[in-house]
């Protein structure tokens, strides 16, 4: 037998701030937040290497709402609240990784929306950084090394 209930699907609604979750919708909202960062990534990946002005300007709408998918994500986690330690840490930690992408993911849109390759290009890589800080972040030290 498990531990009780079924598993929960990650979800963007708002939370109050300090509002108290169990560990399994902290679980479900992380799954949620990765998958809207990976959901962006292969966003960017989909303009390829070179793309045009006018590409990159055509991809910004789907890009500014996908960036509107992670930052409902990370709002919800950085409102919740846990009363394990141990998880309520690795969620701070999260919600501080999650800014850092967040601010690259804006450049990345930024650059898209002034269909400007060279600014993309930079923000992409920056982002490539964002997104392997937080995973390092979350690995902790015995799997970091």
Known sequence: ??????????????????????????????????????????????????????????????????????????????AAQLADQRLETQREDAVRGLELVLAAIDQVVAAAEAGNPDALAMARERLAAAITSLRERLAGPEEAG
């Open 1 to 78: 037998m498990g531990c009780g209930g079924g598993s929960l699907e990650p979800t963007t609604s708002p939370l109050t701030e300090g509002a108290e979750v169990s560990p399994q919708r902290y679980l479900a909202d992380s799954v949620g937040a990765a998958g809207a960062v990976q959901s962006f990534w292969t966003l960017t990946a989909q303009l390829g290497p070179a793309p045009t002005p006018a590409e990159l300007r055509a991809a910004a709408p789907a890009l500014a709402a996908q960036r509107d998918a992670v930052r409902a994500a990370a709002d919800r986690l950085a």
